[in-house]
């Protein structure tokens, strides 16, 4: 399985960017894929989920109505739509999988590698 995150970069308080996560060499049809971020020097934070069979969603209460997850399965790609950003979003961002919303949210089975996003004060 490799995922590959893009679509990091700088952006001012209050504006918005899009990440995205290309997802290949397995099937994608029955699993949870997901989106953390790491501030520097802060541990890894999980922000959000989604089922790729059925659509269910899961946010933390940090982005809770300014971040977006969605899926393609036709195109096996994974978004994360960011809005109203902040200067405490500043973080490397990255995609990952798991068998269910319980392993995604804990341990991950894979990973991408990370993006930076930057939100300028």
């Known amino acids: 399985v490799q995922l590959q995150a893009s679509g990091g970069g700088l952006v001012q308080t209050g504006g918005c960017l899009n990440l995205?996560?290309?997802?290949?060499?397995?099937?994608?049809?029955?699993?949870?894929m997901g989106w953390y971020r790491q501030a520097p020097g802060k541990e890894r934070e999980f922000l959000s989920g989604?089922?790729?069979?059925?659509?269910?969603?899961s946010y933390a209460d940090s982005v809770k109505g300014r971040f977006t997850i969605s899926w393609d399965d036709m195109k096996n790609m994974l978004y994360l739509e960011m809005n109203s950003l902040k200067p405490e979003d500043t973080a490397v961002y990255y995609c990952?999988?798991?068998?269910?919303?319980?392993?995604?949210?804990?341990?991950?089975?894979?990973w991408g590698q990370g993006t930076l996003v930057t939100v300028s004060s």
């Open positions: 990952a999988a798991g068998g269910n919303f319980a392993v995604l949210m804990t341990r991950p089975n894979f």
């Open positions: 995205s996560c290309s997802a290949s060499g397995s099937r994608f049809s029955r699993v949870v």
């Open positions: 989604i089922s790729t069979s059925g659509g269910t969603t």
